[in-house]
């Protein structure tokens, strides 16, 4: 069962033997602080380009400012050279007016949005800066700023502070729809995912114009997908995609359409929706890897391959590395895949600079491909401050990689249980579940949950899926009752 290719002990993040857990979290953020905060100590505007000579004629009517809403306010998909110009205009209008506060909060913003779309935290920092500046010259009464931060957050996975800066942009702006997706995406990272629902039917029941009205449908099917409710979310991003304004936006419903069709293992469906994503916007990051993912399934590993590198010569997702990794490991190409494992280790280096929490991320290489020990420190402490049910899966499966099976069926429980989780249907939580259950001869359950996972996605892992069938294999048919009692 065992598939490492890394030696035991070979963390993402290199480090000397390790103190007690707390101190080197501590340890870790005092890093990122220093790294962050010896930047910002600088002058306001260090962080941006040298000013080139401005030319006599002024700024089109149009400019920036009508532009920030609908790019990077409203959370509407945007493509990335309307957001590469989106921030040059912003850092010449701060430079010219260093007071306006708005400026500062859609040029943070932006960067906010250009790191996430293309996997580069080096700009989460620089958002930082301007977003804190904005708050500083108009204050906390700054909706814009507070939106901003909490976008930040969700991009760095820091889930409480998010909520934090999420309520309060909710709380100044309660009929604001914007002020609604970024808190219903904290709830979910916290695992609250009552309070994920309960701020969606909020949402949903203002008033929302054209523009934002797809947007709108896009949070609702993320929460219905969350709950297992796969044909609403399917429905809802169907009428978003309908209703999409710019070819980015469509291609950013598309995208999703095409990770729904995956998710219960409609190849044909999830090509065709990535195929378009794709055609629609060439820069579609996640539409090249769904591509990469469904070839993989389909056999067609070379074009799988090339897809995944062409995601990843955009944007170079430590994700998409990991997956491409494991997509070469199941191909018997070991080098390759060592390659990969490597670049994961550098791109991973790089987001914890820019301070992303990347313990999942990590938790999960370590649990496959490295220490599975390693594995269950970072995710046990990773639990306690953001109880997710994707750490609880993951938490659940490093514990069984370390031989800790009774532990770890507690939270495979958590993350496949409609009352203790989201609801959402994976065939990933459900083979981890029944694998687990399996090491404890809980024969029946094992084999339930493994059949589980191939019926919603036979093609869900390409290291996974051999597995689940060796293990079901190995169980055979011997029905889930108990016999029957002897008679005297």
Same mark, same amino acid.
């Given at each position: 069962?065992? $598939?490492?290719?890394?030696?035991?002990?070979?963390?993402?993040?290199?480090?000397?033997? *390790?103190?007690? @857990?707390? @101190?080197?979290?501590?340890?870790? *953020?005092?890093?990122?602080?220093?790294?962050?905060? /010896?930047?910002?100590?600088?002058?306001?505007?260090?962080?941006?380009?040298?000013?080139?000579?401005?030319?006599?004629?002024?700024?089109?009517?149009?400019?920036?400012?009508?532009?920030?809403?609908?790019?990077?306010?409203?959370?509407?998909?945007?493509?990335?050279?309307?957001?590469?110009?989106?921030?040059?205009?912003?850092?010449?209008?701060?430079?010219?007016?260093?007071?306006?506060?708005?400026?500062?909060?859609?040029?943070?913003?932006?960067?906010? !949005?250009?790191?996430?779309?293309?996997?580069?935290? &080096?700009?989460?920092?620089?958002?930082?800066?301007?977003? @804190?500046?904005?708050?500083?010259?108009? =204050?906390?009464? $700054?909706?814009?700023?507070?939106?901003?931060?909490?976008?930040?957050?969700?991009?760095?996975?820091?889930?409480?502070?998010?909520?934090?800066?999420?309520?309060?942009?909710?709380?100044?702006?309660?009929?604001?729809?914007?002020?609604?997706?970024?808190?219903?995406?904290?709830? $979910?990272?916290?695992?609250?995912?009552?309070?994920?629902?309960?701020t969606l039917d909020k949402l949903l !029941?203002?008033?929302?114009?054209?523009?934002?009205?797809?947007?709108?449908?896009?949070?609702?099917?993320?929460?219905?997908?969350?709950?297992?409710?796969?044909?609403?979310?399917?429905?809802?991003?169907?009428?978003? &995609?309908?209703?999409?304004?710019?070819?980015? +936006?469509? &291609?950013?419903?598309?995208?999703?359409?095409?990770?729904?069709?995956?998710?219960? =293992?409609?190849?044909?469906?999830?090509?065709? #929706?990535?195929?378009?994503? &794709?055609?629609?916007?060439?820069?579609?990051?996640?539409?090249?890897?769904?591509? /990469?993912?469904?070839l993989a399934a389909l056999g067609r590993?070379?074009?799988?391959?090339?897809?995944?590198?062409?995601?990843?010569? @955009?944007?170079?997702?430590?994700?998409?590395?990991?997956?491409?990794?494991?997509?070469?490991?199941?191909?018997?190409?070991?080098?390759?895949? +060592?390659?990969?494992? %490597?670049?994961?280790? +550098?791109?991973?280096?790089?987001?914890?600079?820019?301070?992303?929490?990347?313990?999942?991320?990590?938790?999960?290489?370590?649990?496959? #491909?490295?220490?599975?020990?390693?594995?269950?420190?970072?995710?046990?402490? !990773?639990?306690?401050?953001?109880?997710?049910? !994707?750490?609880?899966?993951?938490?659940?499966?490093?514990?069984?990689?370390?031989? %800790?099976?009774?532990?770890?069926?507690?939270?495979?429980?958590?993350?496949?249980?409609?009352?203790?989780?989201?609801?959402?249907?994976?065939?990933?939580?459900?083979?981890?579940?029944?694998?687990?259950?399996?090491?404890?001869?809980?024969?029946?359950?094992?084999?339930?949950?493994?059949?589980?996972?191939?019926?919603?996605?036979?093609?869900?892992?390409?290291?996974?899926?051999?597995q689940a069938r060796r293990a079901l294999?190995?169980?055979?048919?011997?029905?889930? +009752?108990?016999?029957?009692?002897?008679?005297?």
């Amino acid at each position: 069962m065992d $598939n490492r290719l890394s030696a035991p002990g070979t963390s993402l993040i290199a480090e000397p033997p *390790r103190p007690p @857990r707390r @101190r080197l979290r501590w340890l870790r *953020r005092v890093l990122v602080t220093a790294l962050t905060g /010896g930047v910002v100590a600088g002058a306001v505007l260090t962080l941006l380009p040298q000013e080139r000579p401005r030319r006599a004629a002024g700024p089109p009517a149009a400019g920036p400012q009508a532009q920030a809403p609908a790019a990077v306010t409203f959370g509407v998909p945007t493509a990335l050279p309307r957001l590469t110009a989106l921030i040059g205009q912003q850092e010449q209008r701060v430079r010219a007016q260093p007071r306006d506060a708005r400026a500062w909060a859609v040029l943070g913003s932006a960067y906010v !949005e250009r790191g996430r779309r293309t996997a580069e935290p &080096a700009d989460y920092p620089k958002a930082e800066q301007a977003l @804190r500046t904005s708050l500083r010259v108009r =204050g906390t009464r $700054n909706t814009e700023a507070l939106d901003g931060l909490a976008a930040l957050a969700l991009a760095r996975r820091d889930f409480p502070v998010a909520k934090d800066y999420a309520e309060q942009a909710l709380k100044q702006t309660p009929k604001r729809w914007a002020a609604y997706p970024p808190l219903i995406d904290a709830y $979910n990272g916290l695992g609250d995912y009552a309070a994920a629902r309960k701020t969606l039917d909020k949402l949903l !029941e203002l008033r929302t114009g054209a523009e934002a009205r797809p947007a709108v449908m896009a949070r609702a099917a993320a929460v219905y997908r969350d709950r297992g409710w796969r044909e609403d979310a399917v429905a809802q991003l169907t009428d978003a &995609a309908a209703a999409a304004r710019t070819p980015a +936006e469509q &291609a950013a419903y598309l995208t999703g359409l095409g990770q729904l069709a995956w998710e219960r =293992g409609d190849l044909p469906d999830a090509l065709r #929706h990535f195929d378009a994503a &794709a055609r629609l916007e060439p820069g579609q990051r996640a539409a090249l890897a769904g591509r /990469g993912r469904t070839l993989a399934a389909l056999g067609r590993s070379t074009e799988a391959v090339a897809a995944y590198q062409a995601a990843l010569a @955009r944007q170079p997702s430590p994700r998409d590395t990991l997956e491409l990794g494991e997509l070469y490991e199941s191909l018997g190409q070991s080098r390759s895949a +060592e390659d990969q494992y %490597e670049q994961l280790k +550098e791109r991973v280096r790089q987001a914890v600079a820019g301070g992303v929490d990347e313990e999942l991320l990590i938790g999960q290489f370590e649990a496959d #491909h490295g220490d599975p020990w390693e594995a269950v420190e970072r995710l046990e402490a !990773e639990w306690q401050r953001q109880p997710g049910i !994707e750490v609880a899966d993951a938490l659940g499966w490093a514990l069984h990689r370390a031989g %800790e099976d009774e532990e770890a069926l507690t939270y495979a429980t958590t993350a496949t249980d409609k009352a203790k989780g989201g609801g959402v249907r994976s065939a990933l939580y459900a083979y981890h579940r029944g694998m687990i259950e399996g090491e404890l001869e809980r024969y029946g359950p094992a084999r339930r949950h493994l059949q589980e996972a191939l019926r919603i996605n036979p093609y869900f892992s390409p290291l996974g899926v051999p597995q689940a069938r060796r293990a079901l294999a190995a169980l055979g048919d011997v029905p889930d +009752e108990p016999l029957p009692a002897e008679t005297p």
